[in-house]
């Protein structure tokens, strides 16, 4: 795709400073600029290189004012982050925006779907399976009975969604994801042999729901696992079932949540964070990475270690932690 600087600017609601038919036709960061590359500058730390790029375009804020010679062409906007970020995403909705249906692929008689679709070659639909408009199935993604699939909804490669499944609209599934698999429930016989409970619940992403690849969500043993609206999910997290996630939380790789445990809204959490089952994780939480839950936590608290403490009693604990040897040494020549 080959875009012109007039036509970027038009995207961004931007000015042009320099020529406004040069073109572009990739991204690249502004120390790696080349021709026919478009690049941004946001950072003031890295104003030196945009003396030296190579890039044709790069995008800047506009009280930005040179003081050497570029040789750049600039598009002046009020935000460059922001406008970037814009830019990325219109880049990505005209890369994906396929439509059709490759072949081979399985679609059963009962599927039905909405305009706009594209399905990958060997893909799978089964049985009353419902796409809404404007659907992307990447190849080799499976799609069992009774799944139902809102609007402007992306699901990549190699995706696995098990039966009964509901992703609402404008949400993402990357590639390696498995939603709906059972949940790991088991109960011991009186001989300790393990007997499994029959997982009969479902999945439920709500709308602009991110599922990074991945990442698995176990289906509920009775009722639904959900994650509401806005959420978002880094790569290889595995969310137990009956697990519920609140509005527009956000969780780093490698985190692992036990089964009917309750997060709030608006939560931040880290990487390789362990969190026990059956506890209640209030609104605006914090957890750094590699902390371990516990407990029930109320609204606002900002967690670090394992198990967790809040966040200054751990800072002002740590100072003494890593100063134990000092301290004993220190003991021991008071008791001689």
Known sequence: MVFTAGQIAGILEGEVQG????AVHKLAKIEEGEKGSLTFLANPKYTSFIYK??????????????????D???????DA???????????NQVKNNKIGIEEPVFKSDTATYGEDLYLGAFSYL???????????????????????IGNNVIVF?????????????????HSGVILGADGFGFTPNEKGEFTKVPQTGNVILEDNVDVGAGTTIDRATLGSTIL?????????IQIAHNVEIGEHTVIAAQTGIAGSTKIGKYCMIGGQVGIVGHIVIGDKVKIQAQSGIGRNV???????????????????????????????????????
């Open 72 to 78: 750049t062409t600039l598009i002046k906007v009020e």
């Open 126 to 148: 089964g049985n009353n399976v419902s796409l809404g408009n404007n659907v992307k199935i990447y190849p080799n993604v499976y799609i069992g009975d009774n799944v139902s």
């Open 53 to 70: 790029t190579r890039a044709s375009i790069t995008i800047v804020n506009r009280d930005f004012v040179p003081d050497q010679k570029l």
């Open 157 to 173: 490669a190699g995706a696995k969604i098990y039966s009964e499944t509901s992703i609402g609209d404008n949400c993402v599934v």
């Open 228 to 236: 509401r609206k806005g959420v978002k999910l880094d790569n290889q």
């Open 298 to 336: 109320k609204d606002n608290e900002v967690l670090q270690g394992s198990p967790a403490l809040n966040y200054g009693d751990y800072n002002k604990s740590y100072v003494h932690f890593k100063n134990l040897p000092k301290i004993i040494s220190r003991i021991d020549d008071l008791e001689k």
């Open 81 to 91: 982050y922001k406008a970037f970020s814009k830019l990325l995403e219109y880049y």
């Open 19 to 22: 020529n406004s038919e040069v």
